[in-house]
């Protein structure tokens, strides 16, 4: 299983082969550090969990946790990820990808704010004409007659992104291991800055 940590830097575009052009995103990519392994006798369940990234203070618990591996900026378990020659403190880079690869990237999405039902859900809102007066982006009837309250689960007005969000079947177009960055075809989750998962398929 290949995995890594990285942080979303932003979009631009390449040419393929035909001189089409390809939207991609570019992601720095750090070594990670094995920081704990976690096995199903022990914890009950398969897992790897690594670092990247530096930052200057850390708690005592987590101090504590790392020892002496370092002071990691994020931390990220990945299920299922251990293998048989995963050791705390074995690093890797983006070198365990390479051109081709499927991969899916999962991460926070930009946040909206409270934002209506026509943007949050794609509500075509109310007719334009015929005395519909100041109702265009309203979400119409929320109740029935019985029971006299509105529903729980209605979709309204309300507050829209910062939600987890995966993308799958994205293909790696370059991998840059001297600057640490790895370009993906598409669109990923997030703003720049964002701290994307990236797994391979």
């Known amino acids: 299983m290949k995995y890594l940590l990285g942080e979303k830097l932003g ?3 390449t040419y393929d082969e035909q001189g089409k052009v390809v939207p991609v995103t570019v992601i720095k ?3 990670v550090t094995i920081t704990q392994i976690r096995t199903i006798e022990k914890d009950g369940y ?3 969990q690594v670092g990247t990234g530096e930052r200057n203070k850390i708690n005592k618990p987590l101090a504590g946790h790392l020892k002496e591996a370092g002071k990691f900026k994020k931390l990220k378990e990945f299920r299922n990820g251990a293998e048989v020659d995963s050791v705390v403190g074995n690093k890797f880079d983006v070198s365990v990808f390479s051109i081709g690869d499927k991969v899916k990237i999962s991460g926070l999405t930009k946040g909206r704010g409270f934002q209506g039902a026509v943007k949050r859900y794609g509500f075509h809102g109310m007719p334009a004409s015929h005395g519909h007066h ?3 982006r309203h979400v119409g009837s929320i109740g029935q007659r019985f029971p006299q309250h509105t529903l729980k689960g209605m979709r ?3 507050r829209m992104g910062g939600e987890r969000v995966s993308v799958r079947g994205l293909k790696v177009i370059s991998v840059d291991q001297a600057n640490n960055l790895l370009a993906v075809r598409g669109a990923v989750p997030g703003r720049k800055g964002t701290w994307l998962e990236i797994i391979a398929l």
């Open 11 to 13: 979009m631009t575009q």
């Open 29 to 31: 990519a750090m070594p």
């Open 46 to 48: 398969s897992a790897v």
């Open 134 to 136: 100041h109702v265009l």
């Open 156 to 158: 309204m007005a309300g």
